[in-house]
């Protein structure tokens, strides 16, 4: 059975949700083909992340972007998506990191980037009460916060398919190619074709690309989180360091979640993941380091999400170098999340109008390709 739609977006987290709601949006009617379900791996297991605070230059028009949709992000999908914000603090734990802070703040204003805030010592403790002594400042963005990844993902996967959108589980994308004009894809004893593809797979995002001549280095990878027992509430904004791994956030009910960036080992043929103990200790004792008023506490769940990184750590995002009516947006490089609704913005805008007004020329395919002569 062959299915005709204006779109096929392969990948069901929460950029190709994004992606295909803000499609429909625009009056197209997409299929949504995901090989799991939707948020089955980063996207439903990261700590949900809403962060411009210490973005490359290369993602921060799309990082402010994608604010503006969090900040209303009820009136798109109909769900608050767990969304708050109490901003997002990195703290410097000495003399060197804050000069480097102090830097970075100067270096964005001048290109006219006003998001992040220089704070010293009093400021960081008015922030982040149980913070260290000894660090001296940081780092504020104020309009960061974070949300819950598997609820903001089923949201912009079932107000998708309100407006119209098929959606296609535990359906693998297989046999993607172009023929005479559109895209064709089998998935689940179907056959979808339209003249309009997106590849938003994930983890498995480089395997569409290199199938389809457009190899982009990556590496699968699983960032690790643990949640810890209740606490008594001593924090609001969500914290990261500007040295070691870490980020950390208090949930309402006293338990804390703590990540940062150390890896699992990660086996994307058989969508599982086998942590590393030693560096969930690590993490542990870095927060054992910074707040003391965590030492009591005790971890009662760990656990990884499978992405992928590129090997500049910044996403690939745009049209293809190659092919007429084929769109990437994988390689997240894990920190994704805050990014979803603003590229699924983007990449509508690019499929519908054949441009978009946010800068997005240092994200693209180009830079890892040898070739850029479309087929």
Same mark, same amino acid.
């Given at each position: 059975?062959?299915?005709?739609r204006?779109?096929?977006?392969?990948?069901?987290?929460?950029?190709?949700?994004?992606t295909?709601?803000? !499609?429909c949006?625009r009056?197209f009617?997409?299929v949504?083909?995901?090989?799991?379900?939707?948020?089955?791996?980063a996207?439903?297991? /990261?700590?949900?992340?809403?962060?411009q605070?210490?973005? @490359?230059l290369?993602?921060?028009p799309l990082?402010?972007r994608?604010?503006?949709?969090?900040?209303?992000?009820q009136a798109?999908?109909g769900?608050?998506?767990?969304?708050?914000s109490?901003?997002q603090? $990195?703290?410097?734990e /000495?003399?060197?990191?804050?000069?480097?802070?102090?830097a970075?703040?100067? @270096?964005l204003?001048?290109?006219?980037?006003a998001?992040?805030?220089?704070?010293?010592g009093?400021?960081l403790?008015?922030?982040?009460?149980?913070?260290?002594?000894?660090?001296p400042?940081?780092i504020?963005s104020?309009?960061?916060g974070?949300?819950?990844?598997a609820r903001t993902?089923?949201?912009?996967?079932?107000?998708?398919?309100?407006?119209?959108?098929?959606?296609r589980?535990?359906?693998?994308?297989?046999?993607?190619?172009?023929?005479?004009?559109?895209?064709?894809?089998?998935?689940g004893?179907?056959?979808f074709e339209?003249p309009?593809l997106?590849?938003?797979?994930g983890?498995?995002?480089e395997?569409?690309?290199a199938?389809?001549?457009e190899?982009?280095?990556?590496e699968?990878?699983?960032?690790? $989180?643990?949640?810890?027992?209740?606490v008594?509430?001593?924090i609001?904004?969500?914290v990261? !360091?500007?040295?070691?791994?870490?980020?950390?956030?208090?949930f309402?009910?006293?338990?804390? $979640?703590i990540?940062?960036?150390?890896?699992?080992?990660a086996?994307?043929?058989?969508?599982?993941?086998? !942590?590393d103990?030693?560096?969930?200790?690590?993490?542990?004792?870095?927060?054992?380091d910074?707040?003391?008023v965590?030492?009591?506490a005790?971890?009662?769940?760990?656990?990884?999400?499978?992405?992928a990184?590129?090997?500049?750590? $910044?996403?690939v995002?745009?049209r293809?170098?190659k092919?007429?009516?084929l769109?990437h947006?994988?390689?997240?490089?894990l920190h994704g999340?805050?990014?979803?609704?603003?590229?699924?913005a983007v990449?509508?805008?690019l499929?519908?109008?054949?441009n978009t007004n946010?800068p997005?020329?240092?994200?693209?395919i180009?830079r890892f390709?040898?070739?850029?002569?479309?087929a």
């Amino acid at each position: 059975m062959t299915v005709r739609r204006d779109a096929i977006v392969i990948g069901a987290g929460i950029h190709g949700c994004s992606t295909a709601l803000h !499609l429909c949006v625009r009056g197209f009617k997409p299929v949504l083909i995901e090989k799991d379900y939707a948020g089955r791996h980063a996207s439903g297991v /990261n700590a949900g992340g809403v962060r411009q605070l210490a973005r @490359d230059l290369a993602e921060i028009p799309l990082s402010i972007r994608s604010m503006a949709i969090w900040e209303d992000v009820q009136a798109l999908v109909g769900d608050s998506c767990g969304f708050e914000s109490h901003g997002q603090v $990195l703290v410097a734990e /000495n003399e060197d990191e804050l000069e480097a802070c102090r830097a970075r703040v100067s @270096d964005l204003k001048l290109r006219g980037f006003a998001h992040e805030e220089l704070i010293d010592g009093v400021e960081l403790r008015r922030l982040v009460p149980a913070v260290a002594e000894s660090c001296p400042g940081g780092i504020v963005s104020r309009r960061d916060g974070a949300a819950d990844p598997a609820r903001t993902t089923t949201a912009f996967r079932r107000r998708a398919e309100e407006l119209g959108a098929l959606v296609r589980e535990g359906a693998a994308a297989e046999n993607v190619h172009r023929a005479h004009g559109v895209w064709r894809v089998d998935a689940g004893g179907e056959t979808f074709e339209a003249p309009v593809l997106v590849n938003a797979a994930g983890a498995w995002g480089e395997r569409i690309a290199a199938e389809l001549g457009e190899p982009v280095p990556v590496e699968t990878v699983a960032p690790m $989180l643990m949640i810890t027992s209740p606490v008594p509430h001593f924090i609001e904004p969500v914290v990261i !360091l500007r040295g070691r791994k870490l980020s950390f956030k208090q949930f309402r009910n006293g338990t804390v $979640l703590i990540g940062g960036g150390h890896l699992a080992a990660a086996y994307p043929e058989t969508n599982e993941t086998v !942590l590393d103990w030693r560096k969930l200790q690590e993490s542990a004792r870095t927060v054992w380091d910074l707040f003391p008023v965590m030492r009591p506490a005790t971890i009662v769940r760990a656990w990884a999400g499978i992405e992928a990184r590129t090997r500049d750590d $910044l996403p690939v995002v745009g049209r293809s170098a190659k092919h007429e009516g084929l769109f990437h947006q994988f390689g997240f490089s894990l920190h994704g999340f805050q990014l979803g609704p603003g590229t699924g913005a983007v990449m509508a805008e690019l499929i519908a109008t054949g441009n978009t007004n946010t800068p997005i020329d240092g994200l693209r395919i180009e830079r890892f390709a040898t070739s850029t002569q479309r087929a």
